[in-house]
């Protein structure tokens, strides 16, 4: 089994690299191959919003600008994944959103390459309290490839390789290079019942949906305790529905955006000349 371990810091053996690295040795113990990088060695640009990739089920056209395919590519080459990301502002470093966007190919242009892969996703926070967008955006990157998610946690630690001070947390990242060769998981405490996710936001008064896969559910407080009865399941992230929601929503805006086009243009007209 090859394992690729991805840091998202640009801060060399810093805490994301470190418990990276440590899970990558979990998963050596156990036979892996292993293999890292640092995300920030490479040059990510922006997505165009051209979606050729979706169109014409290829790699992103302008593969040869950047590294971004190159890291696809990489990716799909191992059976397991270790995602590491440190918090910026509350969630990943931009240059993860930035590939991710990149992705569209790997989510269905060529296919789902890593469908069903094992992976964890290791975020390292500096201030307890200050990290809730850094797993759920890691997850949306794993879950839209079709990665499996073995783990997840975040670990403390503010200056360059302080969390190697918490022994509990080594163990974990340890463990999880473990579980992901094993094929075991759920070790995390899952909440939502679908993408295993802890993050709701209100869409009525007493409904919440997971921010991450949509799934549905009334929320409660019995006896000072919070309870979500789930009512609504959704499986956004598994690849039939991936699939349905490229061909049943992306692909028919293209001949509906080509038969309004010159209307378009028409109404555009006033926001090239004013401004
Ligand atoms: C630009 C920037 C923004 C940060 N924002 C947060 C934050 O919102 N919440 C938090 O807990 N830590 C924040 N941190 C602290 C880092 O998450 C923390 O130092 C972490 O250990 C960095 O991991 P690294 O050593 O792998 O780079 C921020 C650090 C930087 C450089």
Known sequence: MKVLGISVSARRFGNTELL???????????????????????????????INCVIKHSE??????????????????HDALVLGSPTYIL????ILKMLLDRGMAYMYGIGRPNSGKPAVAIGVA?????????????AVFLLSLGFRIVDQFIAYGQGPGEVLFDEDVI?????????????????YEKVCPSCGQNMFRFVDKDTVECAVC??????????????INWFYIERRWEDREVIEH??????????????????????????????
């Open 20 to 50: 990276v690295k440590e899970a990558l040795m979990g998963a050596w113990e156990r036979g892996a191959e292993i293999n890292f990088i640092r995300l920030t060695d490479y040059r990510i640009d922006p997505c165009e919003g051209c």
């Open 60 to 77: 992103c056209i302008f593969s040869d600008r950047d590294d971004a395919m190159k890291i696809y590519r990489l990716i799909s080459e």
């Open 91 to 94: 969630g990943v470093p931009g």
């Open 126 to 138: 500096g201030v307890k309290d200050w990290e809730a967008f850094t797993l759920p955006q890691m």
């Open 171 to 187: 163990k974990r990242a340890h463990q999880a290079g473990r579980l992901i060769v094993e094929g075991e998981g759920a070790v």
């Open 214 to 227: 949509g799934s549905k559910g009334r929320f409660e407080v019995v006896d000072g305790e919070i309870k």
């Open 246 to 275: 490229f061909e049943g929503k992306i692909l028919p805006s293209v001949p509906r955006f080509l038969k309004n086009r010159h209307r378009i243009k028409e109404l555009r007209k006033k926001y090239l000349e004013k401004i």
